[in-house]
């Protein structure tokens, strides 16, 4: 045993099952809480317990519980765990993410389950709840434990309900995606012997899955590229979000030049800070802003219905707030790589690049919506490029193609 005390206090409607097992703990006292909000803090230091969790109405504390997050203690200050639903052999799904990095925790509040009630140093206590302001947000509370110190989640369910828990409100996810504004996160990607730093949003659920995970997105078919094209390119990358792939051209595929247009301007801004992150001289950022299209003029915007970046698009209108240009008028020099993904609008950039196209004859990389499959394939075959690779997907499909020819 480590000779670590653990003070427990279940709040009312919580219960702590039988055979409760000590794990490395000398000792566990089962408390209850004086008054005000450092009420258990108070109550575990007059009990001389170095560790503290409360136990929340409805949740009953498994007798392993000690156990599983007691192996942690000697390396982290504060140990989150997973909860099981009644009946079931595992743990419910959306709290079993496992993870110890902070630049994580963001993407678990959005997207999992953390809780709010974690098995925690009693010191570290002390120090979130002076810290917070009066009626902070359980997510408040969450940053700031990991903040003042090491923290953990663990796959491992510690509690049991009966019932799954409340998703985060509305008002809580509108905080975190506000913090996230306000103080810009980043999420390290190595690569070979190199380390990259990607931007964490909150709004790219399906691009920073794979972020936080230590990935580039789609890091399949940027390999695929990068054994393509070799290191030197000139690459345009069309619709380039938060810059995930403007990033992989011009760091580990080394390209020469990287030319990013992206329509949202709040989206030029997160390219132009990642950029700057990351030390880049080879990203030219003066076209982000610029909408591409067949024809010049001005489009709106259309979020999509959860307020994420990935499905926003360029919609018909005479006064809408964003720039339209052709390629054609803005990117007259040579290009190796034609990277263009643009929410079902294509076809519309590729016939306002067609002056670029037919004279430089790039390699392209390109979503096609499922619904303009047929008129692709028309085009390809009008303008003598071919098929070299599919990467399929929901929806739609990533085409790399080529000239005819060797």
Not at 24 to 53: K, N
Not at 374 to 397: C, N, S, T
């Amino acid at each position: 045993m480590s000779g670590a005390r653990l003070a427990l206090f279940p709040e009312a409607g919580a219960s702590i099952e039988d055979a409760l097992r000590p794990g490395p703990f000398a000792e566990i006292a089962i408390l209850s809480p004086t008054a005000g909000p450092l009420g258990a803090v108070e109550a575990a230091e007059a009990a001389g317990c170095d560790w503290l969790m409360r136990i929340g109405p409805g949740e009953t504390l498994r007798a392993e519980a000690p156990d599983l997050a007691g192996a942690a203690i000697s390396a982290y200050d504060a140990v989150f765990g997973a909860v099981a639903l009644s009946g079931e052999t595992g743990p419910w799904k959306p709290s079993r993410l496992a993870f110890d990095e902070a630049s994580r925790l963001p993407h678990a509040l959005l997207n999992w389950w953390i809780g709010t009630r974690p098995l925690i140093r009693t010191a570290t206590e002390r120090r979130v709840l002076e810290a917070l302001p009066d009626g902070a947000s359980g997510a408040a509370y969450v940053f700031e434990v990991w903040q003042a110190g090491r923290a953990i989640k663990l796959a491992a369910a510690l509690t049991e309900c009966a019932d799954a828990p409340a998703p985060l409100s509305d008002a809580e996810r509108s905080s975190v995606l506000a913090r996230l504004a306000e103080e810009p996160l980043f999420l390290d990607i190595p690569y070979g012997d190199g380390l990259y730093r990607l931007p964490y949003t909150g709004r790219n659920a399906g691009i920073e899955r794979e972020q936080t995970r230590g990935l580039f997105f789609e890091a399949h078919e940027l390999e695929a590229l990068k054994r393509r094209m070799g290191p030197g390119a000139v690459v345009a990358d069309v619709g380039a979000n938060t810059g995930n792939h403007t990033i992989f051209f011009a760091g580990p595929m080394r390209a020469s030049r990287v030319i990013p247009f992206e329509p949202l301007p709040e989206l030029g801004a997160v390219i132009r800070r990642t950029v700057a992150e990351n030390g880049l001289a080879n990203v030219e950022t003066r076209n982000l802003g610029l909408g591409l299209s067949d024809r010049p003029g001005r489009m709106g915007l259309r979020l999509s219905e959860r307020g994420g970046f990935g499905a926003t698009r360029l919609v018909e209108d005479a006064d809408g707030s964003v720039e339209v240009v052709r390629l054609d008028d803005v990117l007259t020099g040579p290009v190796d790589l034609l990277k263009i993904d643009v929410e079902s609008m294509e076809m519309q950039v590729l016939a306002g690049a067609e002056a670029l196209i037919s004279s430089v004859r790039p390699v392209i990389f390109i979503e096609i919506a499922h619904d303009n499959t047929e008129a692709f394939m028309g085009w390809l075959a009008q303008r003598a490029y071919r098929v070299e690779r599919i990467f399929p997907d929901k929806g739609h499909a990533n085409y790399l193609i080529a000239p005819h020819g060797p």
